[in-house]
């Protein structure tokens, strides 16, 4: 196991145009060590019979018959409009030509 070393810290912070100073240089540092041993640790489980997944719980979706029906609701539908002629919506004008 190697440590991560503040001149690597450094380096990283550098290409990442990134000021740091010598406190967060130390505690960066300590963060990443943390990091790398969580993942050491996970590396150690055995994943080789566990099934590639993309989700804790497999999604199904539910299709229905895309079927075509009538439906004469338009007068109810205008009904609601704030302003209508005969068998439309009546919107202002938009366009001056």
């Known amino acids: ?9 450094k380096k990283v912070a550098h290409l990442a145009r990134l000021e740091l100073n010598e ?7 300590e963060q990443l060590e943390k990091i790398l041993d969580y993942i050491r640790q996970l590396e150690k489980i ?7 997944t993309t989700r804790a719980i497999e999604v199904i979706n539910v299709f229905r018959k ?3 029906k009538n439906s004469d609701c338009s007068e109810e539908l205008l009904e609601l409009a704030p302003s209508r002629e005969d068998k439309f919506f009546k919107v ?3 366009i001056n030509e």
Not at 1 to 9: A, G, P, R, S
Not at 23 to 29: P, R
Not at 46 to 52: L, Q
């Open 23 to 29: 406190n967060e240089i130390n505690n960066h540092a």
């Open 92 to 94: 202002p004008k938009i």
């Open 46 to 52: 055995g994943t080789e019979d566990v099934p590639c």
């Open 1 to 9: 196991m190697t440590k991560i070393t503040k001149d690597e810290v």
């Open 66 to 68: 895309d079927e075509k």
